[in-house]
């Protein structure tokens, strides 16, 4: 028990002096996973480096790279001058139309990071050119991809319908599906009221004289219109069609993908990528990555599974699922949604075998507790908007994200249990 209260200690201190402190937090939380694996652990070097997530660093900088790239030679640009063009100058609507696209994909099978990944630079550089303000945005593609994540056909919705099953529970894959759309839905709803597009909002980035109409549009750094198509541009859009389809349709890595096709681009046109690497979000990679390998050390003391177990086991079996979500909730917002759901879901089979709660209502409260806090900038979703953000504005982001995480895990899994589990009584 002392490793389990020495590691959760560790995490206090590590936000107690990132906020107190100009200190990066991911700095801090690999010296503390070192310090706190090998000396209250008893973990060697290579198991606390194992929580690395080496897959998480390669999307990050493979998306930041190729997007920068994409951003220096106006491809960006271009795709949102059609995008423009297609809405009719109508601004106000593209955060709803960026929902429903991620939702979408997701819904038909897209993993959400790959939608996430995909769609976030390009709505968020939409954002800056049209006065829309980009927490607004990036929120509406994170709950848009994880409004259709549930589907029966999608990734979150197999796992959890095959962790259901495995457990002996009575599922329900459309009850799932519309419970987690509906949840988000209406997350979007109050997001859009609080982070309005006109520059009120808490966590605008945008300029002071921004407007939510049409903004004209600058020419990028070759001095051509956005609508200009050259060959630069022209592979740079095959590029990014290669990531869609491979991330998309073949379930291909994003970040191996997205790195692919910069290297690609670069090797066409290396005179016109000086300066693109620098552009990736360093300083994010070591935030998202440093706290997840501290996470890892964590998990690997059984500090994870203890706090599980201690909720599950509590005499009120109610009480106990709530604790359940709130547990799920907090989890995930620092490591995988996957990994949660299928650690979770199992805890509660023997409150359900009580029979007094519903079971798909309480498969539905811990899903959707689950994914609901991935806009976290520790998340692999909130990550990537983080990362798309410009530069001097990242910082002013990152403590809005950081806020908004922290309200949604504080209240999200509460209403969750509200909403599905407390009905089925």
Same mark, same amino acid.
């Given at each position: 028990m002392f490793a389990h209260i020495a590691s959760i200690g560790g995490l206090i201190i590590m936000f107690a002096i990132a906020t107190m402190l100009p200190i990066n937090m991911g700095a801090i939380a690999?010296? *503390? &996973?070192?310090?706190?694996?090998?000396?209250? +652990?008893?973990?060697?070097?290579? /198991? =606390?480096? %194992?929580?690395?997530?080496?897959?998480?660093?390669?999307t990050l900088v493979g998306i930041t790279y190729l997007f920068a790239m994409a951003q220096n030679n106006g491809t960006v640009d271009?795709?949102?001058?059609?995008?423009?063009?297609?809405?009719?100058?109508?601004?106000?609507?593209?955060?709803?139309?960026?929902?429903?696209? *991620? &939702?979408?994909?997701?819904?038909?099978?897209? +993993?959400?990071?790959?939608?996430? /990944? =995909?769609? %976030?630079?390009?709505?968020?550089?939409?954002?800056?050119?049209?006065?829309?303000?980009?927490?607004?945005?990036?929120?509406?593609?994170?709950?848009?991809?994880?409004?259709?994540?549930?589907?029966?056909?999608?990734?979150?919705?197999g796992i959890t319908n095959q962790v259901v099953e495995r457990a002996g529970i009575a599922g329900n894959q459309t009850v799932m599906f519309l419970a987690s759309l509906g949840f988000n839905f209406a997350i979007a709803v109050v997001v859009s009221l609080v982070f309005r597009s006109d520059g009120h909002g808490l966590g605008n980035a945008a300029p002071a004289d921004s407007n939510p109409g049409a903004k004209p549009m600058a020419a990028d750094a070759g001095a051509l219109t956005p609508g200009t198509l050259t060959p630069e541009r022209a592979l740079t859009l095959a590029a990014l069609l290669a990531l869609a389809v491979g991330a998309l349709a073949f379930n291909l890595n994003v970040g191996f993908v997205a790195m692919t096709a910069a290297v690609v681009l670069a090797l066409c046109f290396p005179m016109a990528q000086k300066g693109t690497v620098e552009k990736a979000a360093w300083s994010t990679v070591l935030l998202i990555c440093g706290v997840i390998t501290y996470i890892g050390v964590l998990q690997k003391a059984g500090t994870i599974d203890w706090i599980g177990e201690a909720a599950s086991q509590l005499g009120q079996p109610l009480l106990a699922v709530l604790l359940l979500c709130y547990v799920a909730g907090i989890v995930s917002s620092f490591a995988s949604s996957t990994g949660v759901l299928g650690a979770t879901i199992p805890l509660a089979v023997p409150l359900l075998a009580q029979g007094e709660l519903s079971a798909i209502g309480v498969v539905a409260a811990i899903a959707v507790s689950t994914t609901i806090v991935d806009a976290s900038p520790f998340s692999t979703n909130g990550a990537l908007v983080l990362a798309n953000i410009e530069a001097d504005k990242r910082e002013r982001f990152l403590k809005t994200l950081l806020i908004y995480a922290a309200v949604v895990t504080a209240v999200g899994p509460g209403l969750t249990w509200l909403a599905f589990v407390l009905p089925g009584l």
């Open positions: 690999l010296a *503390a &996973a070192f310090i706190v694996g090998t000396v209250f +652990v008893d973990m060697p070097v290579a /198991a =606390i480096l %194992a929580g690395f997530p080496g897959d998480l660093f390669v271009l795709l949102v001058h059609w995008g423009v063009k297609a809405t009719g100058r109508r601004t106000g609507v593209i955060p709803w139309v960026m929902f429903a696209v *991620a &939702a979408t994909l997701t819904s038909i099978g897209a +993993v959400s990071p790959g939608a996430v /990944a =995909i769609i %976030a630079p390009i709505a968020l550089r939409f954002a800056v050119q049209h006065g829309i303000n980009p927490m607004l945005m990036g929120l509406m593609v994170i709950h848009g991809a994880q409004a259709g994540g549930f589907s029966p056909i999608s990734i979150f919705g």
